[in-house]
């Protein structure tokens, strides 16, 4: 039993079994409080990924890259500052419609943004990867570590939540 007085649900049956005892405005709050917690996890992780692009461009070595490593390098750059300003939004919408009774309409747009900032986080990571392995390897290894990565995000973030919901 819950502390609420409803029956946990057991391990047979699935964790999104209609369970909760909750008003609309308090599914919302427990929605936007979710929404947070995941941008708290992503903004860091862009974060040190961006700051580790743009020193990059002050080591002894940058002067070294082709053509192609630049290229790479410029859009793993935006696509950082891009993903920032997505992982940032929920933020600003919702300051900007603070107690306007707007959360069903932040929580929607913000669910948006998550998802759009785990798409660049996936390119920084993949992208960086990349990067990496093509200077220190060259361009062979750095196209398969990129792949590898895009791999293993598409396994644990879209393949491995729809098996474990079923």
Known sequence: ???????????????????????????????WLSLLQELRVTQTGTQIVGGFLLALAFQPRFTELDLYQLTVYLILVATATTTTVLALGPVSLHRLLFGKHAMKQIVRVADVLVRATLVGVAVILAGT??????????????????????????????????????
Do not use: C, H, Y
Not at 5 to 22: H, I, K, L
Not at 140 to 162: M, N
């Open 1 to 31: 039993m819950s502390l609420s007085g409803t029956p946990e649900p057991t391990a047979t049956e699935p964790v999104s079994a209609p369970r909760r005892n909750e008003t609309d405005v308090q599914r919302l709050d427990r929605n």
């Open 129 to 166: 990867t990349l990067l990496v392995f093509d200077v220190v390897l060259g361009r062979t290894a750095g196209q398969v570590a990129g792949a590898a990565v895009l791999l293993v995000i598409a396994a644990v973030w879209l393949v491995l939540p729809r098996r474990a919901k079923r």
